[in-house]
């Protein structure tokens, strides 16, 4: 990834800015009530701040989360011993058009070139997920992960850090539910042959950070994204107010955001927000998102108890399997067609 391919070039208006806004009001939730006993009221203030970061942010840093340094300190070095091995060995564990989990170093968002490499792992093996895009084509296809021979112990630590994602994913939805009012348990069922994936991301240095993005703009299509990013820093968030604002990395925080599921289900209350990556001349960066999502067969739809006469659904239902099988053929290869998001399923009024 040495020169600058034209591939790269971000549109004038999406380029990033040299100086950039750090912080500023940018939530910091701590999770320590959800490991005491009992505080109801503790447990009431953390709803509110979950809720008030939702529906203002669209994103928020947790502390406390209970996932254990170690798990963390692992998947961060063993993702370091991979990328750092040659492109040929990489390429080993290539993904494919059928082989859709693995490394991969050509992803466009918005149809430009992302300067990253990317390794991705399914949290359940077999992952499910229907064939082809068409609605008619009920084939379901099962996905394996490909491990490289080095690090051996890569499986055995995304295994790990896989579990630990699916536990403090599901605390994170007992708040959002009880934040818009809802049983605690009520988004459970949708996960029950959840189709989450981790992502090993590894942004190189780049000789002109000022005209090319480690990640473009794009907001997350999956339910909910909880990221880790190392010390280097260079993830920026559109603030409501039109802003990016650069996330501060904190030590052992995890960022965390809504994804466009979480839009549809609260019917827009809360709302997916744009993010991208910026690159960085001398260092290299790494982060680490875990993509909790639901089963394939779920129909993803804004919930009953959300709607009313009102406030009428914003969104057709969809099925979630077939929409990551559209998004990830559009994903593969730069087309000229937009990448399928959920506005493409919002009902005009
Ligand atoms: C992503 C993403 C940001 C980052 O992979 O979806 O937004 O900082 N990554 O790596
Ligand atoms: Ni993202």
């Known amino acids: 990834m040495g020169e600058v391919d034209p591939a790269f070039i971000q549109e004038p208006e999406h380029r990033p800015r040299i100086s950039y806004i750090e912080g500023e009001g940018f939530p910091l939730i701590d999770l320590a009530p959800l490991h005491s006993s009992n505080n109801v009221s503790a447990i009431e203030g953390l709803v509110k701040e979950v809720g008030k970061a939702c529906k ?46 693995g490394y991969y170093d050509t992803e466009h968002t918005k149809n430009v070139r992302d300067w990253k490499e990317v390794f991705d792992i399914a949290v359940e093996e077999p992952a499910l997920i229907p064939s082809s895009p068409d609605p008619d084509d009920k084939e379901i296809t099962e996905l394996y992960n490909q491990w490289p021979e080095y690090p051996p112990e890569l499986r055995e630590t995304c295994q790990d850090y896989g579990q630990e994602m699916v536990k403090l994913a599901r605390k994170l939805f007992e708040l959002i539910a009880l934040s818009l009012g809802l049983p605690a348990d009520r988004f459970h069922s949708f996960f029950k042959d959840h189709s989450s994936y981790i992502r090993l991301n590894h942004y190189p240095p780049c000789p002109t950070p000022e005209l090319a993005l480690g990640v473009g703009r794009h907001k997350d299509g999956g339910a909910l994204t909880i990221l880790a990013q190392d010390d280097v820093g260079g993830l920026e968030v559109k603030r409501k107010d039109g802003e990016w604002i650069r996330v501060k990395p904190t030590p052992d925080a995890y960022i965390v955001n809504v994804g466009a599921i979480i839009q549809v289900w609260s019917n827009d ?45 914003k969104y057709r239902a969809y099925n979630w399997g077939k929409f990551t099988a559209s998004k990830r053929r559009s994903n593969f290869q730069k087309l000229n067609v937009e990448n399928l998001q959920i506005s493409h399923f919002r009902i005009s009024d």
């Open 269 to 313: 209350k809360y709302e997916s927000v744009e993010h991208r990556a910026m690159v960085n001349p001398e260092k290299e960066r790494f982060s680490v998102p875990f993509f909790f999502n639901p089963a394939h067969y779920v129909m993803i739809k804004p919930l009953e108890e959300l709607t009313n006469e009102q406030n009428p659904a």
């Open 56 to 101: 203002e942010w669209g994103f928020f840093q947790v502390i406390n989360h209970g996932v254990p340094l170690e798990k963390r300190q692992k998947i961060d070095g063993d993702s370091r011993k991979f990328f750092e091995q040659s492109l040929e060995e990489k390429r080993k564990v290539r993904r494919t058009e059928k082989l859709v989990l």
